[in-house]
Every structure is written in structure tokens, then in C-alpha cells.
């Protein structure tokens, strides 16, 4: 259990510590190297173009990941021990989270990057989150490939060249033929691509979960649940405004578990 209570501080701060890391080299070394001659007058030059896409997906990772942090499941145990003015919280489909000490409804699973657990109130937002990082650091990904092209004059135009350019740079690293700056990036390059495909492939995971009204939880302990039209069950996570949501990050407006929450 310290183990695990430790996994839920450093991997949120492993998290942060990333994200500061693309920023910087977004900022510094990737849209700098995007600037064109300044006598040609563009509306829309390759660095405004890189930083407002760039800007869209994390900000869309970072905002819904607070958002995650912020509508974390409510304590049952709590709410069942309020005021008799208060309605009982629904019990089916709970579960009690060892690290977070409550017991939450709809309980997923315990996501450790966002140190919180993930149930009906932050589901949606959780699934966007793994979207946009996945989109974030993919991107982030051939930003920077574009890079290391342009400054070691490498050509990826072969599928194996991405595949041997952790060794021969490694290699020219040593030999003082790769600058300290360019072998860092390289390796924040395979960072990001195993970031990027693990992300889709759990964002991918999840919508079938939710496509089926299961939980993680529920398929983990064999829990039968009723059939259900898989619209009816994407409404209710994502809610008749799932559009905007794509566009924004924001609260569960519209959702089936936000309407449960006010009644």
C-alpha cells in the first residue's frame, strides 16, 4: 500500500514534468526553426500554424486533466452519513479505492497520472484527456522529427530510419557528432511515441467499454450488466453536448450522471 500511495504522487509529478519538458521544447527549439525569411509576408506562416495547433491540444490535455482532478467521484460513505434531508447515494455498481480510501460509484479504475479515481463524474473527461495527450504527443513527435531532419540533414523517408536512429545517434553522441541538445531531443522522440500509443490505445479501450456499458471494474469481476443501445450509453457520458466538449475543455454539462447529481 506505501508503494502504491508513493506510485500516486510521482507519477502525477512524472506527468508535469514532461508536459514542461515539450513546452520548452516547443517553445525554444521547434517553432523558432519554423521561421521563415521575414521579407516574405505570409498570413498564416508554418510556426503560427505549428504553436495554434500545438496550443489547441494541450490545452485540451491540461484542461481536462484538471478537470479529471476536480470532478473526482464522490465519497458514498460520506454522502450516506450526511443529514437525514439528503437522499441515500444510489449503491449499485460501488466500489471501495484502497489508495483514495472511499467508496465511489461506478468505480473504473484508480488512474495513478492523475492520482484520482475514475468513475461516472469524470469519465468523459478522462477519455478526452488520453485523446488530446495522445494527439499532443504524437504531434509533438513529428514536430520533432521535422527537426532532427533539418539539423542532422537525416532522411526518414525509409520506415526503418526512425526505427535505427536511437542507435546511430548514440553512437554519434559519444563520438562528439550529436550535440547534447539534439540527443535529448531524440529520445524525448521515442518518449513521446510510446506515450502517444499507449494513451490512444487505453482512449480506444475505454470508448469500447463505455460503447458496452461496462466499467473496467465490472469486466474485471465478471459483473453482468443490461443490454443497453449503445447511443443511449455514449449519452450518457458524454451527454447531448459531447461537440462542444471536443472543442473545450469543460464539466459534464448535459450528461445522464450530471442530471442524477442535481435532482
Request: hydrophobic share 50%; aromatic share 12%; proline share 5%.
Amino acid at each position: 500500500m506505501l508503494a502504491l500511495r508513493l506510485l500516486n504522487v510521482v507519477a502525477p509529478a512524472y506527468f508535469l514534468c514532461i508536459s514542461l519538458v515539450t513546452f520548452v521544447l516547443q517553445l525554444f527549439l521547434f517553432l523558432p526553426s519554423m521561421r521563415e525569411d521575414p521579407a516574405a509576408a505570409r498570413l498564416f506562416s508554418p510556426a503560427l500554424l505549428h504553436g495554434a495547433l500545438f496550443l489547441f491540444l494541450s490545452t485540451n490535455a491540461l484542461g481536462n486533466y484538471v478537470l479529471v482532478i476536480q470532478n473526482s467521484p464522490d465519497d458514498l460513505d460520506a454522502c450516506q452519513g450526511t443529514a437525514a434531508r439528503r437522499a441515500p447515494c444510489p449503491p449499485p455498481s460501488t466500489h471501495f479505492c484502497r489508495v483514495c480510501a472511499r467508496v465511489t460509484l461506478r468505480h473504473d479504475h484508480h488512474c495513478f497520472f492523475t492520482g484520482n479515481c475514475i468513475g461516472s463524474r469524470n469519465m468523459r473527461n478522462f477519455v478526452l484527456f488520453c485523446l488530446y495527450t495522445s494527439l499532443a504527443c504524437l504531434y509533438s513527435m513529428v514536430a520533432g522529427v521535422a527537426y532532427i531532419s533539418a539539423v542532422l540533414s537525416i532522411s526518414f523517408a525509409h520506415p526503418l530510419a526512425f526505427l535505427t536512429l536511437l542507435p546511430t545517434s548514440i553512437s554519434q553522441f559519444f563520438s562528439g557528432a550529436v550535440l547534447g541538445s539534439e540527443m535529448f531531443v531524440i529520445l524525448m522522440l521515442y518518449l513521446w511515441f510510446a506515450i502517444g500509443l499507449a494513451c490512444a490505445g487505453f482512449c480506444c479501450h475505454q470508448l469500447l467499454l463505455i460503447l458496452r456499458g461496462q466499467t473496467r471494474h465490472q469486466v474485471r469481476k465478471g459483473v453482468a450488466v443490461r443490454a443497453r443501445p449503445w447511443r443511449k450509453n455514449l449519452q450518457e457520458v458524454f451527454g447531448k453536448r459531447w461537440l462542444l466538449g471536443l472543442l473545450v475543455p469543460m464539466f459534464n454539462v448535459g450528461s445522464e450522471s450530471s442530471k442524477q447529481r442535481d435532482k
